[in-house]
């Protein structure tokens, strides 16, 4: 199998997750509505197994849901660690796309 093939992302929409080809490392997601009708996705949980790790793959599966998010002009809420702690800070470019509640201000 190439290298390109190996770390290819398939979208699986029944089981909710983004993953490698072979199943081994994938991103879970939930899909959520908010008040304004569009959906939000909710990226839950990032798992790479330790004989794949430092590959990139991990990032990988991020830049999948992200530009499948985008796609679908849904918004995305970063619940797993890894997205929030470790991919946007470095790819900050995909932080336009977070979820964000409206903040009502009191007028006092």
């Known amino acids: 199998m190439a290298e390109e093939e190996k770390n290819k992302i398939i979208w ?8 490698t080809a072979d199943k081994k490392a994938y991103l879970d997601y939930e ?3 908010d008040d304004g009708g ?8 990032t798992y790479v197994p330790p ?3 430092g590959l990139g793959l991990a990032a990988h599966l ?4 992200f530009s499948h998010a985008q796609n679908h002009s849904f918004s995305v809420i970063p619940t ?3 997205v929030s702690d470790t991919f ?11 979820y964000k509640e409206d903040v009502v201000k009191s007028s006092m």
């Open 38 to 45: 569009k959906a939000v996705m909710d990226i839950t949980h």
């Open 51 to 53: 004989g794949k790790r």
């Open 80 to 82: 797993c660690s890894y």
């Open 88 to 98: 946007l800070p470095r790819n900050p470019t995909w932080s336009s796309i977070l």
């Open 62 to 65: 991020c830049v999948a849901a």
């Open 12 to 19: 699986n929409e029944k089981e909710k997750k983004f993953e």
């Open 31 to 33: 899909l959520r509505g």
